[in-house]
């Protein structure tokens, strides 16, 4: 499994167009073959910070997934948006078990 993670820090004035961003693309994203989960998600102590997280069945998957036309769509608003940092990685999940 791929996961895809990461942190966009936006401008204060930014906040309510990303909010109305992500509901669209989370939710046609989630109904793409190969997807497990995506999700954005507000920090409670710095609302202009917003943590991405996805997982995919493979690379073939997420590749599928940026030719899609809502990825077009959110990157075209994204851009509207005064952004101060994005950062997103991703990594194959290996075993994992519960925190204890």
């Known amino acids: ?32 073959p190969g997807c497990h989960a995506y999700a954005f998600y507000q920090d409670l102590e710095d609302p202009t910070r917003i943590r ?12 599928a997934h940026f030719g899609m036309p809502h990825m077009a769509t959110f990157i075209e608003g994204m851009g509207k948006l005064t952004i ?3 950062n997103t990685v991703k990594f194959e999940r290996g075993e994992t078990s519960p925190v204890r």
Request: glycine share 8%; aromatic share 4%; net charge negative.
């Open 52 to 63: 991405i997280y996805e997982e995919w069945d493979n690379q073939a998957a997420l590749d």
């Open 84 to 86: 101060k940092s994005m």
């Open 1 to 32: 499994m791929l996961v895809v993670t990461g942190i966009i820090e936006i401008d204060e004035g930014s906040v309510a167009a990303a909010k109305d961003l992500v509901g669209p693309m989370g939710t046609a994203s989630r109904a793409e």
